[in-house]
């Protein structure tokens, strides 16, 4: 809860940085340049919210409790690909297309490597 009070804070301070360029009574060119200024604040937030998102998000806290991690996609096809996952110290070499996930290989750590060492020779 405290991450998303966090996350609120950033609009919030956009916000209070945009009034005062909005009601300048100055000259066009310093208006354009606080207005400029105030536009890139709020694109280097939406990118902050979007790491945040992409690191504390519900994923993010999937991925950490279960140990599960993407190690790579080789597309095989226009809606197919294998896809090399980690499951704790399972590799697993899966065949994913639009309407199933298929194991193909399951591999422990150590069997990984020692296959790829021999692919590599």
Not at 21 to 30: I, K
Not at 40 to 52: C, E, K, P, T, Y
Not at 63 to 73: A, F, M, S, V, W
């Amino acid at each position: 809860m405290k991450r998303l009070g966090a996350l609120l804070i950033v609009p919030v301070i956009l916000l209070a940085a945009a009034g005062p360029a909005l009601a300048a009574d100055g000259p066009p060119a310093a208006m354009g340049f606080r207005t400029f200024a105030v536009l890139v604040g709020v694109i280097v937030g939406l990118f902050a919210l979007a790491w945040a998102a992409k690191k504390y998000g519900p994923y993010a806290r999937v991925k950490k409790t279960i140990g599960l991690d993407i190690l790579g996609q080789v597309p095989v096809g226009p809606r197919a690909h294998l896809a090399m996952v980690r499951v704790g110290r399972t590799i697993l070499l899966l065949g994913v297309t639009q309407n199933t996930v298929s194991l193909i290989k399951d591999l422990e750590q150590g069997d990984f490597e020692k296959t790829i060492s021999e692919v590599d020779a």
